[in-house]
């Protein structure tokens, strides 16, 4: 057997692993919990309460600083780095189901998601080590050093751009109902089945609209030379909430990426692993 073919018979039997899919089922259940607060943020923000950033890190922040939460933190990284290991696997000997272009998309998705679970575990794991740490202020803070540089302003832009097709690809993902191939559909029952749909097409919706406009933000920061409008998804809420009608949206918003979060729940019961 070439070394290729040895690589891939190890991955193979590392995705096979029965701890690595429990530790990653339990990944969905914290990642459903992170979005929960993180829409429980959004409505804060929605009726003016102060409070942590409206994103994922913030809603980390609030956990830590419960009792026991530091210790419920580190069980969230676990599982999301175990998803990521997952779909790392997926990305390099995974969906031999598909063949052709529908392979190599669903592979570069998957590399996708492991960056995705990577970058929250990351997180977690520095909320863990500083509690008070702020995301948003970091996020500012590199975005005024890169737009500094030569050239820095382009490379923001870029990354607003692609983060902005990100929320558009998420919104589509949603409405074609695409999450539903990964999903065991056949061990669910009609209202189960109805249930997951319904929550899978609110929440990547929902995160689509968020995403969109947090990259849209980053365009502008970078076009007008101002950081601190590069303040990721906290900043995109703000400004959500601050058109017209954009109180009663962000609820909209808040109330479909709680609709994820519940999703995240079914996924760790349904989910092809």
């Given at each position: 057997?070439s ?5 891939e ?5 590392t995705?096979?692993s ?12 914290g990642?459903?919990?992170v979005h ?5 943020l959004?409505l804060?923000?929605?009726f ?12 980390l ?7 026991l ?8 990284a676990?599982?999301?780095?175990a ?10 000997v995974?969906?031999r189901v ?9 592979r570069?998705a998957?590399a996708g ?10 997180t977690a794991?520095?909320?863990?080590k ?10 500012e803070a ?12 382009l490379?923001?832009g870029?990354?607003?751009l ?7 690809g998420?919104v589509?993902?949603g409405?074609v ?10 061990e669910?029952s ?8 319904r ?8 995160k ?12 502008v ?6 950081p601190?409008?590069a303040?990721g ?11 017209s ?8 918003v808040a ?7 519940t ?10 692993v």
């Amino acid at each position: 057997m070439s070394l290729t073919g040895n690589a891939e018979a190890t991955a193979a039997r590392t995705a096979d692993s029965r701890w690595l899919e429990l530790l990653a089922r339990a990944g969905f259940i914290g990642y459903g919990v992170v979005h929960l607060l993180f829409a429980w943020l959004a409505l804060q923000i929605a009726f003016g309460k102060p409070g942590e950033n409206g994103d994922q890190s913030g809603a980390l922040r609030t956990i830590a600083a419960q009792p026991l939460g530091k210790t419920l933190v580190v069980l969230i990284a676990i599982g999301l780095l175990a998803m990521a290991i997952w779909q790392g696997l997926e990305a390099a000997v995974g969906h031999r189901v598909e063949q052709g272009k529908e392979r190599v998309w669903e592979r570069l998705a998957s590399a996708g998601r492991t960056i995705v679970y990577l970058y929250f575990a990351w997180t977690a794991f520095k909320v863990f080590k500083d509690a008070g740490s702020n995301s948003a202020d970091q996020q500012e803070a590199l975005t005024g050093k890169l737009m500094a540089s030569g050239g820095g302003r382009l490379v923001v832009g870029l990354a607003g751009l692609v983060l902005a097709a990100i929320g558009v690809g998420l919104v589509i993902y949603g409405l074609v109902k695409r999450f539903e191939k990964h999903l065991k559909t056949g061990e669910m029952s009609p209202k189960t089945h109805t249930l997951a749909r319904r929550l899978g097409i609110a929440g990547y919706v929902a995160k689509g609209i968020a995403y969109g406009i947090a990259g849209v933000l980053i365009v502008v920061a970078a076009v007008k030379y101002d950081p601190e409008k590069a303040r990721g998804l906290d900043a995109a809420l703000r400004t959500l909430r601050d058109q017209s009608y954009g109180q009663a949206l962000l609820v909209l918003v808040a109330l479909g990426i709680a609709a994820f979060g519940t999703f995240c729940f079914l996924q760790s019961r349904y989910r092809k692993v």
